[in-house]
């Protein structure tokens, strides 16, 4: 499916979940998020911290909700099938795409500018330098007997310098690359939306809608 | 001082690595607030955790608000915060950008009332509170914190003004302070 628009769908279902109370389609959701998951053959790691992860939060609200106010069981159990279900679908998406297809995706068929879609791109690919640059900091830190915390200004001031630092040579690589802003660009990958993604898209949902609606009305 | 609406390659990088910077410490903090959260589920408070670690989740919002001064910016740098987010293996998947766009709408809106005139003490105190109030709200539909007791909702809305107030008032005023020490920042207006 194109990027964008699947993106776009899950987001929408996570939107709509939000408002709604009908925990079967909640399920629903999940398991076929679950579904799209295992299609992408993610490591077992991966796929245990899935199931687990979410089982925190989830809990911790239908625990809440039981204890802390009069909404009874049938509310929890809408509350811990409604995070399964953010999950299962959110990550249906994310592990099915790369960020560059993403990012692809979003310049050439939902027409964002070029340079915020380059912009980030080239920034995000800097992210095993920055991870780095974070214990860079810390280590800095503590060799001068100070320990940098959560809660250090300077580590988010060190931080930001960096980043400064770093922004400034990468816009020039970019520039000195030919990269110009608002230039017209031809495109290496070339990414389309087909028919078909807006059919998967309406179609799913005009079932969610059909199974929200005929579960409430029942 | 006059600043330029426009967005720049050079401050979309910089507000992008501001975001990994963010990201990565989100996800840094995401065991701590499942600790937390296992810790108090036993007695009914466990989503009060998502409370006591607001301030953190939503300090890229107002900085980057205060430190690029355009329309927009504070959305923007929370919005791209949770995409890193999302994209390090966050444990919401795309969900995480509905939750950054709300962040980041609710600490803009504290700029926005001051017409993106002021960047001070005061601006940054009301995008605290207009953090509090749109986030908590988006929680009581998203987290059925409606159907709490009225006393649980009341402590929970104190805990997470308190938290937001920490890291992105106070936290954040005293990020800026060492920014504007340097002179570096002067640059932004070009």
């Not at chain 1, 989830?58 to 279900?85: E, P, W």
């Not at chain 2, 589920?41 to 607001?54: E, F, K, S, Y």
């Amino acid at each position: 499916m194109n990027p964008s628009l699947k993106f776009l769908l899950a987001v929408l279902i996570a939107l709509e979940i939000s408002f709604t109370s009908t925990w079967m389609v909640n399920l629903a959701l999940a398991i076929i998020g679950l579904l799209i998951i295992l299609t992408s053959r993610p490591p077992l790691k991966r796929l245990v911290l899935l199931f687990f992860v979410p089982l925190i939060p989830a809990v911790a609200l239908a625990v809440a909700i039981l204890l802390q106010s009069n909404a009874g069981m049938h509310f929890a159990l809408v509350l811990f099938t409604r995070i399964y279900a953010y999950v299962f679908v959110g990550s249906a998406a994310t592990l099915t795409t790369s960020v560059s297809d993403l990012v692809m995706s979003l310049e050439q068929n939902a027409h964002i500018p070029s340079k915020f879609a380059y912009g980030f791109l080239g920034a995000f690919d800097l992210l095993p330098k920055i991870v780095s640059e974070v214990n860079v900091i810390r280590a800095a830190g503590n060799m001068r007997g100070q320990a940098l915390h959560i809660w250090s200004p300077q580590l988010y001031f060190k931080a930001i310098l960096a980043s400064l630092d770093w922004s400034e040579n990468l816009a020039e690589a970019m520039t000195s690359h030919g990269f110009s802003e608002g230039a017209p660009r031809t495109y290496f990958k070339q990414i389309r939306v087909h028919w078909w993604d807006w059919c998967i898209m309406i179609s799913s949902l005009l079932l969610l809608q059909i199974a929200l609606f005929g579960l409430h009305l029942q | 001082m006059k600043y330029s609406n426009a967005w720049h390659l050079r401050d979309i990088i910089l507000l992008t690595l501001i975001a990994i910077f963010f990201g990565v410490i989100y996800w840094v903090i995401g065991p701590l607030y499942n600790v937390l959260t296992v810790a108090l589920t036993p007695v009914g408070l466990g989503p009060g955790a998502n409370d006591v670690v607001m301030g953190i989740w939503v300090m890229a919002g107002p900085l980057s608000g205060y430190i690029f001064k355009k329309v927009g910016s504070a959305t923007l740098g929370e919005f791209l915060g949770s995409v890193v987010e999302m994209f390090l293996g966050g444990q919401w998947g795309a969900s995480t950008m509905i939750s950054g766009v709300v962040q980041g709408v609710a600490s803009e809106l504290g700029f926005t009332f001051t017409g993106y005139k002021r960047y001070d003490w005061f601006s940054l105190n009301l995008s605290v509170l207009t953090t509090t109030i749109v986030t908590f709200g988006w929680d009581m539909i998203r987290n059925g914190y409606s159907k709490y007791h009225i006393g649980l909702l009341i402590a929970l809305f104190i805990i997470r003004l308190i938290s937001t107030w920490i890291f992105s008032g106070l936290l954040v005023k005293a990020i800026v302070k060492l920014l504007d020490r340097t002179h570096l920042m002067q640059t932004q207006s070009r």
